[in-house]
T-cell receptor, first 112, second 112 residues
Framework: SQTIHQWPATLVQPVGSPLSLECTVE??????LYWYRQAAGRGLQLLFY??????ISSEVPQNLSASRPQDRQFILSSKKLLLSDSGFYLC???????????FGQGTRLTVV | KQEVTQIPAALSVPEGENLVLNCSFT??????LQWFRQDPGKGLTSLLL?????REQTSGRLNASLDKSSGRSTLYIAASQPGDSATYLC???????????FGKGTKLSVKP
């Protein structure tokens, strides 16, 4: 069966520090991968999605970037965090050709 | 631009009650609609996926319906239990947008 792993679960980082959140999927090949952010009182916002290695689409201009160095690995990064980057970050995957999405357990990021 | 609205934002019911959660969307040109459950501080768990050609899907005590022409979906929960307490999110997939558009969720509390 397919599983998705996302880490760390919680993270407290100072303003201006770098960020790296990692997500991996097991049990499937060539998945579509997504990074979402969930802010308090707001819906989930799609940040990036990828349909293959090295293929990244950005939905919202921001202080973040994403990379997909391997088929089932998706990384969310920032060179310098802002206070406004605080939030709950969720990684998700869907099978190639499918639109049914499955989510990881999320990372709570607090920028101080 | 697709917008998804969930009403009510919060709902509190006594254990054993049957209840209905509502989801509406502005653009009826969707591929599918997915209902999720989110426990506090956790990721999203997929509950039901309804393809645009389907009218309803059932899983245990859950039944989701879709009226694409009117832009509405309902999630029916039978014989509610305290363990059903969570936030329920609906999301629609519109092919032209390439990603899931989420509502802000309904926070359900089932009192023993």
């Amino acid at each position: 069966s397919q599983t998705i792993h996302q880490w760390p679960a919680t993270l407290v980082q100072p303003v201006g520090s770098p960020l790296s959140l990692e997500c991996t999927v097991e049990g499937t090949s060539n998945p579509n991968l997504y990074w979402y952010r969930q802010a308090a009182g707001r819906g989930l916002q799609l940040l990036f999605y990828s349909v293959g290695i090295g293929q990244i689409s950005s939905e919202v201009p921001q202080n973040l970037s994403a990379s997909r160095p391997q088929d089932r690995q998706f990384i969310l990064s920032s060179k310098k965090l802002l206070l406004s980057d605080s939030g709950f970050y969720l990684c998700a995957w869907s099978a190639s050709g499918s639109t049914e999405a499955f989510f990881g357990q999320g990372t709570r990021l607090t920028v101080v | 631009k697709q917008e998804v609205t969930q009403i009510p934002a919060a709902l509190s019911v006594p254990e054993g009650e049957n209840l209905v959660l509502n989801c509406s969307f502005t653009d009826s040109a969707i591929y599918n609609l997915q209902w999720f459950r989110q426990d506090p501080g956790k990721g999203l768990t997929s509950l039901l996926l309804i393809q645009s050609s389907q009218r309803e899907q059932t899983s245990g005590r859950l039944n989701a319906s879709l009226d694409k022409s009117s832009g509405r979906s309902t999630l029916y929960i039978a014989a509610s239990q305290p363990g059903d307490s969570a936030t329920y999110l609906c999301a629609v997939y519109g092919g032209s947008q390439g990603n899931l558009i989420f509502g802000k969720g309904t926070k359900l509390s089932v009192k023993p």
